[in-house]
């Protein structure tokens, strides 16, 4: 079915996405007005620094405990995300029409396909409660007034946006696989007709049946 094909297009999609999100050191990023040549990104694993010449210098967080909250719950989350992403379109690949496995059980392929969704649904939301709370942190501090002006102020990366599309095609492929199980026909095949035996006309008056069974009886 289509809703399925796109469905799995879409989770597989989100699923990279958020791979990548996570991973990549562009959650937030800095201009400092006294050096307008050196950019700051930070992620979730290091803070690197791009200078003008295109040389990139990284270093890791020093300590997970020394992370502001919503790092460290973020670091979790997306990595929880990245494994349930994974778990789904598995599941959901089993499930589909299309896929040879399990066609003698239908019901069976029905209740795969809407695990699967039901998983890519919830990794689509635990990418979307990690970004969203970075974003919004970011935005307090950005417009805090208790901070002098001159002080350079974070602002979203790249990742930020990368991480809603990701959440987005997530939960929207897990919303079409569930919705095209109930689509997908539970019924199991029909049994075979019964076919008779061919009748044989016997050399006298009348004709046997069952010949075969005849002979064994005399």
């Not at 270093?59 to 989350?77: M, N, V, W, Y």
């Amino acid at each position: 079915a289509k809703a399925q094909v796109g469905g799995m297009l879409l989770a597989l999609l989100g699923w990279v996405s958020s791979c990548v999100t996570t991973f990549v050191p562009l959650w937030k990023n800095l201009n400092l007005d006294l050096n307008e040549l050196e950019v700051w990104n930070m992620g979730l694993w290091q803070v690197c620094i791009t200078q003008e010449e295109g040389v990139v210098e990284c270093q890791a967080h020093g300590s997970f405990l020394a992370l502001p909250p919503e790092l460290r719950i973020s670091r979790l989350l997306m990595c929880v995300s990245n494994g349930l992403g994974l778990l789904g379109c598995l599941l959901s690949a089993v499930g589909l029409d299309s896929w040879r496995a399990c066609e003698d059980k239908p019901g069976q392929k029905q209740r795969l396909l809407l695990a699967g969704g039901a998983v890519l649904g919830t990794a689509g939301i635990t990418t979307l409660v990690p970004v969203s709370w970075v974003a919004y942190n970011t935005v307090l501090d950005f417009w805090d007034e208790t901070v002098p002006d001159i002080v350079p102020r974070w602002e979203f990366g790249e990742a930020t946006f990368l991480g809603w599309f990701a959440g987005a095609f997530l939960a929207a492929g897990g919303l079409l696989l569930a919705c095209s199980a109930r689509s997908t026909s539970t019924e199991m095949l029909p049994a075979p007709a019964c076919r008779q035996l061919p009748t044989t006309r016997g050399p006298g008056r009348g004709h046997n049946p069952h010949p075969k069974i005849a002979d064994l009886v005399i």
